[in-house]
């Protein structure tokens, strides 16, 4: 008896590792569409309609999809531990804003990618509360998804009509 509950034991601890890798994989497969989708929007504006914005309480083009990618830098860096390394530009032109939002998605994909299941169950003290690390990747998600579609919003303005959804 004693034997199989050591037994059950050790198959119960290796059951949250698989269950991790199975659950990164199919979130970092999200945000490389994620990526492909917010890149797809960025591209659509044409460069000299980056500083455009609906009123003057907004964000302008630019400043929302700089937004995205310093926002998740800093989210995704909490998992992996790091500093966030995704500043924000000095300004919002289209090539700079597209650069700085290819490689907050790269980032960001790979540390999802690397998460580990004690990352994963940590929590993490944010502006927006305490979170677990499954929280904050969900919360980043959330956030580039709500940012984005602002973003689709001022393509429409624009009359641009946006590239097609993609999940």
């Given at each position: 008896m004693r034997m199989l509950t050591c037994a059950a034991a050790v198959c119960f601890m290796t059951v949250p590792a698989a269950l991790a890798s199975d659950v990164t994989e199919e979130l970092a497969k999200h945000w490389k569409t994620s990526k492909e989708y917010t890149l797809a929007i960025a591209e659509q504006m044409p460069a000299e309609a980056y500083n455009f914005k609906p009123n003057p309480a907004e964000m302008s083009f630019g400043e929302?999809?700089?937004?995205?990618?310093?926002a998740n830098g800093y989210f995704l860096s909490l998992l992996s531990g790091g500093k966030?390394?995704?500043?924000?530009?000095a300004n919002f032109d289209k090539a700079t804003v597209v650069?700085?939002?290819?490689?907050?998605?790269?980032?960001?994909?790979?540390?999802?990618?690397?998460?580990t299941p004690a990352a994963l169950e940590k929590s993490y003290k944010t502006p927006d509360g305490t979170m677990t690390g499954m929280g904050v990747i969900y919360f980043a998600m959330d956030h580039t998804t709500h940012h984005?579609?602002?973003?689709?919003?001022y393509l429409r303005l624009k009359g641009i009509t946006p590239a097609e959804y993609r999940y």
């Open positions: 929302q999809m700089a937004h995205i990618a310093t966030p390394t995704i500043a924000k530009p650069a700085l939002l290819t490689k907050s998605f790269d980032y960001s994909i790979q540390a999802v990618e690397k998460a984005r579609g602002q973003c689709i919003v």
